[in-house]
């Protein structure tokens, strides 16, 4: 996340960052969003349930007129329903490798593990029969605000 907000700043860089989102109100990454100048919205879902959580992340995306969501180092899993709303303009970056080092810690196992050099595996989500994200291929219009 930082990095994309740190190229953000260049006078050439294509998009925006419109908004930084946290499901943990004490992320370290909403102090260095904030003190980039970039908005933040944070919410825990604890005691109001996934679908509440979901309809106000959704509402406070929308309120920045997000037209792309990159979710760098966001872990909590999304509904299909927030998927399918948000269809082809979900971008997921992880290590592609995240099946194999479920939990807390998944990077640094990731990048302690046997994974070839292949740490990222950028992905834009769709959404399929299970719910599932899956890879939509090419690239995302630069020119798109991200959230």
């Known amino acids: 996340m930082v990095v994309l907000a ?12 419109a908004l930084v989102a946290s499901d943990k109100p004490d992320a370290p990454g909403l102090s260095l969003a904030r ?3 970039v908005p933040t919205f944070a919410l825990s879902p604890k005691g109001i349930g996934k679908a509440a959580f979901e309809a106000a992340l959704d509402t406070a995306l929308r ?16 509904s299909p329903a927030f998927v399918a709303q948000w269809r082809g303009r979900i971008l997921n970056i992880h290590p592609s490798l995240l099946p194999k080092y479920k939990g807390l810690d998944t990077h640094a196992r990731a990048g302690r593990g046997r994974c070839g050099g292949r740490l990222l ?4 989500l769709r959404g399929t029969r299970r ?3 899956a890879w939509a291929g090419g690239g995302a219009d630069p020119a798109q605000r991200y959230a």
């Open 63 to 78: 309120g920045a007129s997000v037209e792309l969501i990159a979710l760098a180092g966001y872990m909590r899993l999304l």
């Open 35 to 37: 003190d980039m100048g």
């Open 131 to 133: 719910g599932r994200g």
């Open 121 to 124: 595996g950028p992905h834009r």
């Open 6 to 17: 740190e190229a953000a700043r260049e006078a050439d860089c294509p998009y925006r960052i």
